[in-house]
């Protein structure tokens, strides 16, 4: 019998572009279920992505889309790398921008037309290549869930994966016309959303299967409070929408160290190269995108405080102005607080190297990576509570090593007291080496791998494909 074949879509795969764990997650589940499918991967050939480098070539010969009367040109690229094939859809509208979806400010304006037209593109490559499945990613792949069920010459099913609910892809209602999109698709039950229209609805609606990236997440957001006012809509789609929690790639995030000794070695380097004193002394890494979600608010008015005490803090990242600016008054202050703000991943991999604890204080968070990163490279995740975290992250006060949970330190409302409570427990718990240590090397050998949640996935595709009811 044939492999099922298989077109995964993103937005964003690394290691050719990425913002967020979105590229991570299609750059390794892909992978886990090479084996099992003929499968491709297909995103935009931002102008960014390094041609040369990864050997992409055009597959295709150039043809024209036509949205709202107007004809766009497409190409199709190609290229295997480390065994995967991928698609990338390459047009001047899409793809000749400095940043995938606008500056860290903004979204572009002519988001609508210009993802409108990558959907268009994935329709006509899912028309050549005929594929049994299309997994969509997020608001940016999901009006191809809405464009296959308009087009009865394809049999192509679609799941649908919100990576993050608070990025729905909403657009004035006049897009309508210029997407080609029939009139009839403006209802609530379809894609509109308060007189706009939602790319994310088309994704819910139209899919044949609708996933989040954790048990606890798929539940949170049929609530008003993690819901981003879809929870009505979701609660109506609730019989096919399930969790299913990410794992990482083990093999691009392999600790260089076996044991704690090897892990104070790294320590020791990275302090060395940040200038930062005290082996003796926690460190504190926070690893992010500066945005509100990942808790932004709450550690820029806890860092002050936590800087008092005897520790180092490093932190790693990017995002809003606003917050990198305050990050830069305080780490000027602050002999203990290093700064790096940039994109690194290999500087990122240096630093759970080296951390004693992650701070993670999102406000939700659907999954969350860096927490299982964390875990992976010896250093106790600090979380809030809530969607993935919760469902990775076991409060240390639990421990129990017969299990196969992860365990760090979690507290339950975002607010000062509770965060600052959380951050007193992980240096408490740092005092107590031997408690401290029998955590660290239990989380280490625990199994953050792709393996048990690619099955999930295979057995979802399976049902759909099957015509199961879910
Ligand atoms: C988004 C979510 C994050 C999740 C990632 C991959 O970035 O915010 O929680 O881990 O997607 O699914």
């Known amino acids: 019998m044939s492999k099922p074949s298989l077109l995964f879509v993103s937005s964003e795969v690394y290691p050719f572009a990425k913002s967020g764990g979105l590229a991570d997650v299609a750059h390794a589940l892909p992978r886990a279920l090479n084996a099992e499918y003929t499968l491709e991967v297909c995103m935009p050939l931002y102008s960014f992505v390094e041609r040369e480098k990864y050997a992409i070539q055009k597959r295709m010969e150039h043809f024209d889309i036509s949205m709202g009367g107007v004809h766009y040109p497409v190409e199709i690229y190609g290229c295997n790398y480390e065994g995967i094939e991928y698609r990338f859809i390459d047009s001047a509208l899409l793809c000749e921008r400095e940043y995938m979806y606008g500056t860290p400010e ?69 897009y309508l016309h210029a997407l ?82 090897g892990k104070a070695q790294k320590k020791k380097e990275y302090l060395k190269e940040v200038s930062l004193r005290g082996v003796k002394k926690p460190l504190f890494v926070f690893i992010g995108r500066f945005t509100w979600q990942k808790g932004m608010d709450l550690f820029l008015e806890a860092l002050e405080s936590m800087a008092a005490y005897e520790c180092n803090i490093a932190i790693l990242g990017q995002g809003e102005s606003v917050y990198t600016t305050k990050l830069q008054e305080l780490a000027h202050v602050h002999k203990n607080i290093h700064l790096s703000c940039t994109y690194d991943e290999s500087l990122s991999l240096e630093m759970y190297g080296a951390a004693d604890f992650l701070l993670m204080p999102s406000l939700f968070e659907p ?70 240590n029998k955590i660290l090397k239990h989380n280490m050998l625990c199994d953050f791998s792709w393996d048990k949640s690619a099955k999930v996935y295979s057995k979802l595709y399976k049902i759909i494909t099957q015509g199961e009811k879910l």
């Not at 609508?112 to 940016?140: M, P, T």
Request: charged share 20%.
């Open 106 to 174: 903004e979204g572009y304006a002519d988001n609508a037309l210009r993802f409108g037209l990558f959907a268009y593109a994935v329709v006509a490559l899912l028309k050549e290549e005929k594929q049994d499945i299309v997994h969509l990613n997020d608001w940016q792949s999901a009006l191809v869930a809405l464009l296959i069920k308009e087009d009865t010459s394809i049999k192509t099913k679609s799941l649908f994966t919100i990576h993050n609910l608070a990025y729905q892809g909403i657009f004035a209602h006049s």
């Open 180 to 261: 080609d999109l029939d009139t009839k698709h403006f209802a609530m039950d379809a894609i509109e959303f308060y007189h706009q229209i939602s790319f994310i609805k088309a994704g819910i609606a139209y899919a044949d299967a609708v996933t989040t990236v954790s048990k606890r997440y798929a539940q949170e957001i049929l609530t008003p409070e993690f819901g981003c006012g879809l929870e009505g809509f979701l609660k109506h789609h609730k019989n096919k929408l399930s969790g299913i929690i990410n794992g990482i790639d083990t093999e691009h995030f392999a600790p260089a160290f076996s044991d704690l000794k």
């Open 367 to 436: 999954c969350g990576l860096n927490q299982m990163i964390a875990m992976h490279y010896g250093a106790l995740p600090l979380v809030h509570h809530v969607g993935g975290l919760k469902d990775t992250v076991q409060s240390y006060k639990d421990f129990d090593d017969t299990k196969t949970k992860a365990y760090g330190i979690a507290f339950k409302s975002p607010n000062l007291t509770a965060f600052l409570g959380a951050f007193e427990e992980a240096l408490e718990l740092f005092a107590n080496k031997r408690e401290y």
